[in-house]
Every structure is written in structure tokens, then in C-alpha cells.
């Protein structure tokens, strides 16, 4: 008997033929099942095809054993291929029971930065996944063992042929990921394979309210400071159609939320891969995947039928028996907010069936609700901007981009060199502003291709086209990706490339000018899709854009044979718009008149009409407050690349520097000014104020920032759910201030210790400090009592509530008050204080003379706890202090409006830390024990926390 060594070395030169024309299913088969180690997998995955399989064939055939494992999965994958492979695998393949390409094993490797889990008889599998806790990362078992499997009849050959041409498709067009510039000057084309580029993302279940603001602000403010607090559900892109871990309920309609370069497409891309591998999702037999750019290209009425069959040629055929099978279908509907019509959910139902011709947008909605193929399932991913209400879905998913594991992970795969990729994280690691926002996989993307050439190791040859300094702001980080990208795909020849930095942008200005006019006036109308005739009013043309530097920046698309651009990122577009506006305003009027327009959408005499007005203007002569809004990230952008002009980055661009001579000096002068009269006469929104600390840390100019700064009295950031970046902006400015803040309100702005840490040099000059319920710990205790035994410390009121201080931070707080002769009043409810909190409460607090109230309702202090309050009470009669809720009836008044705004506002419910202080409450007022007015309206406060934690709970109930 031939040994399987033998075999495979006999027909390696046939074998070559058929497995080189699709080698993926076959490597990551083999990977999976152990015959290949991840290492070799990633190595392998390299290599062109022939190349691949040649070596796969080289490294198996050194023995028998690994010889046999690869037969065994040839014969899995023999679906994939030719059928003369087919029938090869059955004539010398072992007659051991085969595994379908739909039945993945059930142990899987790790291959490409995920956790694949290993099958248990455990009672609820899925319980891991959903369980309370920490964030982690947990052991997910496959799909096709958590739920049941529709029955698809595949015994017609038609059907059977036409579902592994599909599969082979589908395979084909997601197994590789384009990355626009891989920054150290490789090839702009370059592609990378998804199982080695792909790194996980950070997906849980929606729970944030809606809000106007611009989305990557939201996102950045809901990122990790708040999820670690919460009942943190980590879903893998494969289990968003897993089994309720409460009810066991298979969710039908899924909707994935996130901000634009998330990673939704690609969590997307990654699913179907994984679908088209036969790993994941095999409970469907067919997936279609369509995405709205392309939808929108559909005019008049269509059935689903019609819409179809152009897209899935080799499912035409056979899509009516695919219909009557709706349970073993799926639908992916990618990027709703790219969709030019507007969808209307309070469209009338009605009976739909799949040759019913409707305008595509009704159509979209009646597959969503389940008037039109009830039985199938669909995932619908959009930005946050774009509404599709939660009621229509049975799981709301929102994707956060990568933990903090990630970011090292995805520099590591970014750079070959892992000397740079060292230096690279490191660097991002120590500047918050960057780290913070290393969490898109975008930007991080855009972070690691600006600061390639400053970490190089041979980055000495070209010192003198680049500035030794790396970027800190995220307006020098964009420039620096636009001057990499330039230099590596605009240039002619290495010589132009050595060239001076004023001289590579001189020779690109015509092209940048035109594509910033294009994203300006766009940005205006609030439009990121452009067609052939929108790039010719800019001359523009697509062959020049596909030809030039400009491919790395404006993405082509074809969709039905109709192209469509679209900057690869929204936020490049703003700051393309900015680059313009820069380079094309002549002085400082404009540049002030601007300002009043992009931040207020405002105009004030002399001004008769903005800066580079378009025409015609899309309101007039000023702008509504939500496009206002929308030019937030651009006017930061603006901020900064005027401070580039003023030192000159952009010579080269513009003729009329406004560098740091007389003419900078007085514009700088202007600018502060400017500033400093918004700050002063204005009542801002929490939002704007925000904005235009940033934009001062953008423009990043003391002569400017020292101005301003003094006119910040009170700085009111409540509820704003800032990110460690929003830290920064707002000690940037503070610090070019010497004098007390009346009051610094952060409440429920979930900043989180590190954010708090940023905040940390300013904080003893604020007279009033807020910090109610922002995820802060121990740690951040330990730093607020550094700031109170400082001799500067101007501290008078201090709020912490709601945070998880513990016994360490209160015994640190009452240390730290022993010798303080400035603060009135400190507020501890709910902070998780115990007895071992007040083992140094007497010692401490009996010294010191300018403590008037202190509160620490909601803690279980224990007995020996209140006995040591009621001790110091007797040591400090002059002392106000509230141990339970019925000894101040102001305090009950408090959390009567506090629970009166979370059942106003319902939505707030779904914030595990308000559920969480909810209870905390209930338990402080079952602990008190009063008579009079104060028992009976904490009587009524405890009525009102339990009928708002019930209905809660009732509409969660309804929800699934």
C-alpha cells in the first residue's frame, strides 16, 4: 500500500494545479486542525499561491503523520475546488467520516490575533460571554453548536454548485485587506491577508443615548474609562447572531453602531470571510451582503428578486428555492449611513412578497421590520449619526474600536521592523493625545503611517524634509501623513523625493488645492460621496485621481459600473477642507471671520459673507446648529494648520507666509483675543466650550492660549463623557492661567482615573470640584489628597460621589484633611467606603478646623463605622455631618429630582452605573432609621427607586 508521503510526492505537480487556483481554504484548514503551527501559517500566508501550497506541500510530506492530516483535510475542503480534485480525494483519501466544509472542527487554533474556543458540555456556554464583570477577553464555542441549524435542502446539483461558487466569491473578495500606504515607503497597492492584518475589535452591546454631537467626540467620551464600570458584554463579530444568554432567544435583526473607521466594513468583511471559510455563521446557508453606496444607485422600483440577481450572478438561478428557505439566509446591510435616501420607519406595513416592486428604501425597511422574508436574519451596521430605531432589533450592538492589547498588537503587524513598531507604541503610549485615540483602528492606521519615517532606523538620510520633532497633536499628525504620503506615491524619482519639504508640497499644490475645495464645499453639504461629474468641477478626473497620489487619499469605488469616490476617511476630508481654507485665506480678517462662521455659524460686520463662500450656500449666510456641529473636528484642523502657517510647514503651499514676524505676532494677538471674547461675553454649550479648548490646544500658541485662558472662570463640562484627549485640551489651557477656578464641574463625564491624572496640576486651583461619578478608584483618591495637602491648594468644595474609592482612598482623603485649611465641604456618597474606611477618620477629621459638612450617605460603614462618626461628631460639634439619607431632607430633595431625570429621561437606565447607585441608594435608606418630614420623603425616594428599577426591568424583558 502506497504510504500518504508517497502519495503526496507522486501528484505534488497535480496537486499544485488545482489547490493554487484557491489555496486559502485548504491553509486555514490546516492551520486550524494543528497541522500547521500559527507561526507557519502566518509565514505561508506570504507567499504568492503556487508558492504557498508548494511549501505547505514540502513541510507536510517531512512525515507520514502529518502526510495523513493533510489528506484527512483535503478531503474537508475537496468542496472548494475542481472536481478532478474531487474525485482524486476520493480514490486516495482515507475512508474516515468526512467533515462538510460547513462543519468546522471543534477545536480551533489561534490564526489570525483571535481566541477560537473549545466545545463544553458545560450547561450555558454562552454565559461566559455575557457574564458581569471585567472586561475580557472570553472563550466563545462555535455557533453551529449553540443553535440550531435550518434544514436547507441541498441535494439539487444546481443549487449545490451555485451555493460553492458563492461561497468561492465571497471567499475571494474578503480574504485580503487594502491598506491605502503602509508608510516606510512600500508599495501603495499593498494588501495584507486578513487572518495576518486583522485585529480584534472591541464590540459590546449599545446602552449610550443619542446625541448630536460630532460622533468621533462621542465615541471617544464612551470609550474605556466607562466600560469596565458597567456589565461589560465583549461580542466577537461571529456571535452577533448567538443565542440570548438569558432567554436563549436567537436574535434575528442585529444593528452594529460606529463611528466612520471603527472598523465596522471590516468586522463585516471578517465575518463573511469566516462564513465563506465554513468556520462560523454555518447556520446559514447563504449570505448576502449589500452595501448601501451601491444601493444607491438604484432608481425607480425593485423587488428584492431584481435586486438580487445582478449582484449574485452565480445565485440567480436558484433564489427562489434560497427563498423558501428564509430561515437559512442572511442579509448584511454595510454602512446605512452612506445611503442617499432617507429611510421611513413609520412607513405602513404591508403584505411584501419577494417579486413586489418598491423603492429600495421601502424595501430595505420591510426586510429590517420583517415584512418582507420574516423567517431570514440581518445585521445592519451604520454610524451613529444615521437613526435606526433600537424597537426593530433584537440585539443593538456598538463597536469601540480595540482595547488597549490591541494597539500594540496592530503597530506590531503595521511595521515589519520590530525595533520600530517598539519605538512607534512606546511614543504613542506616552502621548495622550494620540493614545487616546489609537483605539480607532483608523487612526491608529493614520498615527503609525505619520510617525514611520521619525522612528526609522535610517530616517538620518532625510532630516532635512522632515522636522526631528514627531507630531503631538492630532492637526501635526495628519500633516505628517499627508507630507509621507506625498513623498512616497507623488514623486517622480528618488531625487525629487530627497527634495526640501517646501519644494515636494510646491509640486503637489495645484492637486491639493483642487481636492480641499472639493472636501470643503462638500463638507458644507454635508456630503462624502462623489460621482465623476463632482470631481470634474474641481478638475478632477477619475483617471488622475486613480493615477496620481491622490488614490491614497480618494478612494475609487465601483459599483455597477458606475464609479463613485469618497475620501477613505471622514476626518481626512475635514482636514483636507481646513488645509484649503488655510492655504486660501489671505489674512487675519478672514481667518477671524471664519472662526465666527465655522464655530457659531455667524457673520459680524465688516464680514458681508464668509471666507470662501460656496455657491450657493446651503443656509445663506449662516449655518444651522447641527451643520455647526458637524465642523467641530474641522475647525480643530483649522486651528492647527494655521499654527503650521505661522511656522511655516505649509511654504511651499502659500505665497504670503504669516510667519512669526510682525505679521504673525499681531495675528496671534488677534487670535487670543478672539478667543478670550467667546470665553467672556458668551454663554457657551457645554459642547462649543469644549471645541474651543480644543482648538487652542490645536493652534497650540502661548502668545494665543495666555490670552484666553484667564477669562475661564467656571468651566462646566457635566455630563460631557470626556476622553483622556478632552483631559489634555482642558489642562492645556487652564495652565496658562494663575488664578482659582470658581468651579470645575465634570460630573458624569466618566474620565476615568487616567483622565483625572491629566487633569492633576490644576486641580488645586479649582474652588468647587465636581467629580461625581466618573469611574474614578482608589487611585484617583490618593491623587486628590495630594492636591489637598498642597500649599497652594485653593480647594473649598469637593464632590466625589459616585465612585469607587474604597477604604483606601477615604483613609488617604481623611489623611490628607488632617492639615487642610481650605475645604468647607467634601461629599463621599456612594463610594464604596467600609469600616476599614474610617479607621482614621477621628485621628484626622478632629484636627482639622475648616471642614463645615461632610457627607457620606450610601456607604457601609459598618458598626464600628458609625460609632466613629458619631465620636468625631462629639470631638467636632461644629461639624455637619450626614451618615444616612433622613438627616438632611435637602439631600433627599436631591436624589428625588436625580431619580425624577433618569425616569424622564429613560434612556439613562441603560447605564449600569446609574442602576448600580440606584441600589446603593435603596440600601442607605433601608440602613436609616427617622421620624418625621425627612423618614417620609425618604419613604417616597425608595418608592421611586423601586418602581424605576422595576420598569426597567420590564422593558428590558419587552426588549428581547
Known sequence: MVSAQQLLRSHREVLLDWLSVNPTPLLRWLADAGVLTPE?????????????????LEQVCASEQSSREFLQVLRDVQGYYCSQLQEWTSQHCPQTPPTPPTAPPTAIRTTAGEEHAKTTKTKSPLSKLFSKGRSQEYAIPNDEVDSPKPQLTLKAPAVRVSLSAHKNTVLHRTERLMSYSEGEGQDSSSHAHIDIRYTDLFVTEDD???SESHEYFILASHRSPIYPHQACRLIHPRNLLSPDPETGRIPKRVKVKGIAGIGKSVAMQKLLYEWALGKHLQTFSCVFDLRFRELNLID???????????????????????????????????????????????????????????????????????????????????????????????????????QEQHVEEYTNKFYKDPRVAKKVFSYIVKNDNLYALSFIPLYCYIICSALAEFFSVDNNKDEQSLDLNPPRTVSEVYYYYLYTTIKHHALKDNAEATAPRPKILA????????????????????????????????????????STFLCQILVSMEEEKVEMFAFFHLTLQ???????????????????????????????????????AVDPMPAGDHLERPRVENLQMFTRFFAGLVRARLTKLLDGMVENGLGVDDEGVALLSQLGDWFQRQFR?????????????????????????????????KLNLFKMKLSVVDCAAVHYVLQFSTHRLEELNLGYSNIGNKGF???????HRCESLYVRYNCLGTDAAIMES???????????????????????????????????????????????????????????????????????????????????????????????????????????????????????????????????????????????????????????????????LKSSELSALRAQ
Open 40 to 56: 507557519q501559517y502566518r509565514a505561508v500566508l506570504e507567499r504568492s499561491p503556487t508558492n504557498k501550497v508548494a511549501n505547505v
Open 300 to 402: 425607480g422600483p425593485v423587488s428584492l428578486r431584481e435586486l438580487l440577481a445582478p449582484r449574485f450572478r452565480y445565485l440567480k438561478d436558484v433564489l427562489g428555492h434560497l427563498f423558501e428557505h428564509a430561515e437559512a439566509l442572511l442579509f448584511v446591510l454595510d454602512g446605512l449611513d452612506e445611503f442617499r435616501h432617507r429611510l421611513d420607519w413609520t412607513v405602513k406595513d404591508r403584505d411584501l412578497t419577494v417579486d413586489s416592486k418598491i423603492p429600495v428604501s421601502e424595501l430595505l425597511v420591510a426586510l429590517v421590520k420583517g415584512n418582507l422574508l420574516p423567517q431570514c436574519s440581518v445585521i445592519l451596521t451604520t454610524r451613529p449619526s444615521t437613526d435606526a430605531p433600537k424597537r426593530f432589533f433584537q440585539r443593538c450592538c456598538v463597536v469601540l474600536g480595540f
Open 208 to 210: 449610550e443615548q443619542p
Open 574 to 612: 475635514e482636514y483636507l477642507a481646513a488645509l484649503f481654507c488655510v492655504v486660501s485665506i489671505s489674512g487675519r480678517t478672514e481667518i477671524l471671520t471664519g472662526l465666527d462662521y465655522w464655530c457659531f455659524g455667524e457673520l459680524y460686520p465688516p464680514a458681508i459673507s464668509p471666507p470662501l
Open 786 to 948: 495630594a492636591v489637598l495637602r498642597s500649599e497652594d491648594c485653593q480647594v473649598k468644595k469637593l464632590f466625589m460621589c459616585g465612585n469607587k474609592l474604597g477604604p483606601e482612598g477615604a483613609r488617604a482623603l481623611w489623611a490628607a484633611l488632617e492639615h487642610n485649611q481650605t475645604v468647607e465641604e467634601v461629599y463621599l456618597d456612594i463610594t464604596g467606603i467600609t469600616e476599614t474606611g474610617t479607621e482614621n477618620l477621628v485621628q484626622c477629621l478632629s484636627k482639622n478646623t475648616a471642614l463645615k459638612n461632610l457627607t457620606v450617605v450610601g456607604n457601609e460603614l459598618g458598626e464600628a463605622g458609625w460609632e466613629r462618626l458619631k465620636e468625631l461628631g462629639r470631638l467636632r460639634p461644629d461639624l455637619r455631618i450626614i451618615g444616612h439619607f433622613v438627616d438632611d431632607l435637602e439631600l433627599l430633595e436631591a436624589y428625588l429630582g436625580w431619580v425624577e431625570e433618569i425616569r424622564e429621561d429613560h434612556e439613562q437606565m441603560d447605564s449600569v452605573k446609574n442602576t448600580d447607585a440606584l441600589q446603593s441608594v435603596l440600601k442607605g435608606l433601608w440602613l436609616s432609621k427617622g421620624t418625621g418630614p425627612n423618614a417620609v420623603k425618604a419613604k417616597e425616594l425608595e418608592t421611586k427607586i423601586i418602581q424605576l
Open 507 to 546: 509640486l503637489v499644490k495645484e492637486q491639493l488645492m483642487n481636492l480641499g475645495r472639493l472636501a470643503y464645499e462638500n463638507l458644507l453639504r454635508n456630503r462624502i460621496l462623489f460621482y465623476k461629474e463632482d470631481l470634474e468641477k474641481f478638475a478632477l478626473s477619475p483617471r488622475g485621481v486613480r
Open 681 to 713: 461675553n458668551r454663554k457657551l454649550s457645554n459642547q462649543t466650550a469644549l471645541n474651543l479648548l480644543h482648538c487652542l490646544m490645536e493652534l497650540h500658541m502661548q502668545e494665543a492660549t495666555s490670552r484666553a485662558a484667564p477669562e475661564i472662570r
Open 757 to 763: 491624572s491629566r487633569l492633576g496640576p490644576i486641580l
